[in-house]
């Protein structure tokens, strides 16, 4: 989404087709809930644009009219089968006129950005590429073809856009388009080098500064991240480059600035439910178990869905010894997420300290069978069958989970893991054992 755009409240992207004179109506959720209003599109490429609905709800409260008198729905929307999308897409709603057979060069690139848009990239492809048979020098034809090839045949996109910037060196969108393309191909370096021409020709663009800083967030160059978002926000403070700003401020343990940009996250986006969670762990982080229940239950009040805000709150339920609060909020967050394994591994936690010994092994059982490269349910694992007097069984699994991870070795590294006393001391009695010592002293 271009920057000219966002400034001026344009911050929700769409597929859908829309008509001349269609401005000003609802933008439709697949139950035929108002999620924004529509408002055109950018130019001949692209999307549609449109004000989502929680700028709207802010707009509101500033114009004086309450919240509670409008009807706000957060439910989970329901998954459509392929079926059903096809369906609506084939809907004659969708029927798209093909142009003529006198058709310019410009109609052609209109219908096959119609046809992109409606999902059906494989007949778009075609005529974009009939384009620039017809006219060679047409570089947003390449650009655009790029676009369209890049989920399916990534290096053929690769050269689409490599033509479109030679055609046009200055054309940024291109450079964007291909730096994000290799950074999805774990390019990271080729990637800042697109990114660095793209600020070249286009240098008071927030966005792109946004993602050169999330390339060298995942290249852990964290100062230069810090540099490269800090001249986003002074073009524009948004909220997503504060947010951005916080993850970076995050992993360089900057919980001071952390914090103040989480603040200024909620101030621009009020009903925004990961600055609340994110900063919820903040505050878990710090001790500050009130506070981060806090924004937990504002996150979860304001998108109920998210079952890793349940494991959050759960988590600090259980730093603060109430295990029933923490064991509702784990079965809450698995009926949300069947496959979340972190809240399997603390479920077994709990039981094996309510003495369930046996319903706790089926917990950390059923978390490596999901995920058999963690190291915490095979240690875990290994404990409960040492107490149990399975030595040899124990002690195979317990070396195969240090292999994997030495640090569960460490008993401050249990504690930290919410490993209750009754596990932990079972723990102590299988890692002073001479094979586990001499596994540690090897490592």
Not at 243 to 258: K, L, N, V, W
Not at 366 to 373: F, R
Not at 384 to 402: C, D, I
Not at 404 to 413: I, Q
């Amino acid at each position: 989404m271009s920057q000219a755009f966002v400034e001026a409240g344009y911050r929700l992207a769409y597929t859908n087709l829309s008509l001349p004179g269609m401005s000003g109506g609802p933008v439709l959720d697949v139950s035929g809930q108002v999620i924004g209003i529509n408002a055109g599109i950018e130019n001949e490429i692209g999307l549609g644009y449109g004000v989502p609905s929680s700028s709207i709800l802010s707009l509101a409260t500033q114009a004086g009219l309450k919240k509670e008198s409008l009807k706000v729905v957060s439910t989970k929307l329901p998954s459509l089968k392929d079926s059903e999308i096809a369906l609506l897409a084939n809907h004659p709603l969708f029927a798209i006129k093909k142009p003529s057979a006198d058709a310019t060069e410009n109609d052609l690139f209109q219908y096959a950005n119609k046809m992109w848009r409606i999902n059906r990239h494989s007949e778009a492809i075609p005529i974009l590429q009939d384009i620039i048979k017809r006219k060679p020098d047409f570089y947003q034809a390449y650009f655009f073809l790029g676009g369209v090839l890049s989920e399916t045949d990534p290096e053929k996109a690769l050269a689409a856009l490599d033509k479109a910037t030679m055609l046009k060196p200055d054309y940024y969108e291109a450079w964007m388009q291909k730096s994000n393309l290799l950074f999805k191909l774990k390019k990271d370096g080729l990637a800042l080098a697109a990114i660095d021409k793209a600020i070249e020709y286009n240098n008071d663009d927030w966005s792109l500064y946004l993602f050169r800083s999330f390339i060298l967030y995942d290249l852990k160059r964290y100062p230069e991240a810090l540099a490269t978002i800090d001249k986003a926000i002074q073009i524009n403070p948004f909220y997503l480059n504060y947010s951005m700003r916080t993850i970076i401020r995050f992993h360089s343990q900057d919980y001071q600035g952390m914090l103040a940009d989480l603040n200024e996250v909620i101030k621009l986006q009020p009903d925004f439910d990961w600055a609340y969670a994110l900063r919820g762990l903040l505050y878990d982080i710090q001790k500050k178990w009130d506070l981060a229940v806090a924004d937990y239950n504002q996150a979860i009040k304001l998108r109920p869905d998210n079952a890793h805000t349940y494991f959050w709150r759960g988590t600090v339920y259980q730093r603060q010894g109430n295990d029933r609060a923490a064991l509702a909020d784990y079965n809450q967050a698995l009926t949300k997420d069947g496959k979340l394994v972190a809240a399997i591994i603390n479920i077994g936690h709990i039981k094996y300290e309510e003495g369930d010994v046996e319903g706790a092994i089926q917990q950390w059982e059923k978390a490596g069978q999901i995920n058999g490269s963690l190291a915490q349910p095979q240690m875990a694992l290994a404990v409960a069958l040492y107490a149990k007097g399975e030595q040899q069984k124990a002690l195979n699994m317990a070396q195969a989970a240090l292999h994997l991870d030495k640090s569960f070795a460490d008993v401050e590294v249990l504690k930290q893991n919410l490993w209750g006393t009754h596990l932990i001391d079972e723990a102590r009695k299988l890692l002073s054992h001479p094979t586990i010592q001499a596994l540690q002293t090897k490592q």
